[in-house]
């Protein structure tokens, strides 16, 4: 859904823009039709003339994309997740034809027309399209989809910076999963050795990791009956300590039949945050394992990224080391996973170990949203390019179908700020509801993407207005850069070219 918006938008700004810069051109090849004209060719066939030339450069851009397609292929089918060849079979092969006529039909049919109008007497004088009011919508429809993929692409790259960066209640940047694939050397002597290593501030034992996920166990009343389904693991006494988390009470386990369990399963257990595992006779719970005894309670933590609500865990007391091992380095990180990666490489050869960070594995559950982020900066990057060009002989067009007047303001007295704030403020009558339609569009398509986030950046109503802040003054900027020129000439000289 979200490729399948971002390809509309680019369509109808590559099409329309070709027809906006087309339109653009009027005055110029006003002269040029006319001469047609006088030797005979009809209305019909000086819009044919423009459809062909239309048909050409859409031929030419398909030439190119094919050679594009080609050099970059194996990266189209990683952010696509379909082979080249299996996009271009016969089943999928008539969306580019489509595409291709669409095209045709929107470039060359609006320019193709008014071209076909332009009367003979055109030869003679000079041309000046009065009613702009086509080429104002074909650039207020650039407008709404640049704002629109421009606003999208920072909501969400806003959005997974956050998720990167919040607090998932242990601190993954120093941690390193390493786990002993090799079965010459058993768990306690990789354990040992890894304990030992310079670059190790502290190892622990678990059979999985927050970033990871939890299997899970049902939470039974005394009689038996669920009440809850749990997230499960085994840790060591000192998981909590190396893992970075926050034991809020009690201990951590120390023999079989304790576990320690975080806030939400207190919640779950209808008990309340500040309960003590060690009031009056202690705090027990029924796993599958049988009655346990809870001694701590944790600190919510993140379990899977930041997709579901918090869950509840409750984690059981595990004795011998156990791969896979959590492991706390020293800083500076990279230079101890350095280290650490050559000792087990010496140690265990380099089949017999999986090392990785834990900070990594959760980036890479937001693999998906890194993938669009990087979609969508192509996308903004040939959008701008296109939008430009096309605000650019818009502008141009403007200045030129004003000139007379700007020149009679001048010898009224106006100054060259005066002219400069006439043809902004005109510009922004286009610019300030093109741009609030498109943010808004992002803005809602957008509420549904967040909804399965857990945790959002905060003051993201407001990220959404500064976008569109920044939009209109860069459009504003652009105009006041380019209208410097007619502002600071001569009145007499534009009055001479008229």
Known sequence: ?????????????????????????????????????????????????????????????????????????????ELTGNPLTEMLNADRAWVIVAVALMMVAVGAVIPGRLFARVPVSQVFRRFSERNNGWKRVLLFIELVGVSFVFAWLCATSLQYRHLR?????????????VENMTMDISPEAAYNFIRSHQAVEGIASSYSCPAFGYSGEYIRDDNGNIIFSSRTDDCSPNYVEVMGMTLLAGRAPQQEGEAIVNQEFLRKSGLPENTSPTAGEGLFTNAERGRVRITGIAKDFNIGGFYDEQEPIIMHYIGNPASPFTVRLKQPVNESIKLLNESLSDYMGNDGFWIYQVSELGANGYSSIKST??????????????????????????????????????????????????????????????????????????????????????????????????????????????????????????????
């Open 165 to 177: 960066t919040a607090d998932k209640g242990y601190d993954s940047d120093l941690l390193v999963q």
């Open 373 to 498: 982020i990087f979609i969508f900066s192509l996308a903004i990057i040939i959008i701008v390019i296109i939008t430009s060009m096309g605000m650019i002989g818009f502008i141009n067009d403007e200045i030129q179908r004003k000139s007379k007047e700007i020149a009679i303001r001048k010898i009224n007295g106006a100054t060259a700020r005066e002219v400069v704030e006439l043809l902004c403020s005109n510009m922004l009558k286009t610019a300030v509801p093109a741009v609030a339609i498109g943010t808004l569009a992002a803005w809602f398509f957008q509420r549904a993407w967040f909804s399965q986030y857990s945790t959002v950046v905060s003051g993201i109503g407001l990220w959404y207005v500064a976008i569109a802040l920044l939009l209109i003054i860069v459009v504003i900027a652009v105009v006041a850069l380019m209208t410097q020129r007619i502002a600071k000439e001569n009145p007499v000289t534009s009055l001479r070219n008229e």
């Open 1 to 77: 859904m979200i490729l399948g918006a971002l390809a509309l938008a680019l369509f109808l700004i590559t099409a329309l823009n070709y027809a906006l810069m087309s339109i653009s051109t009027l005055s110029k090849r006003a002269k040029a039709i006319g001469v047609h004209k006088c030797c005979g060719a009809d209305s019909n066939k000086i819009f044919g003339m423009f459809v062909l030339e239309t048909v050409t450069i859409t031929l030419i851009a398909l030439l190119l994309m094919g050679i594009m397609w080609w050099l970059f292929n194996d990266t189209i089918s």
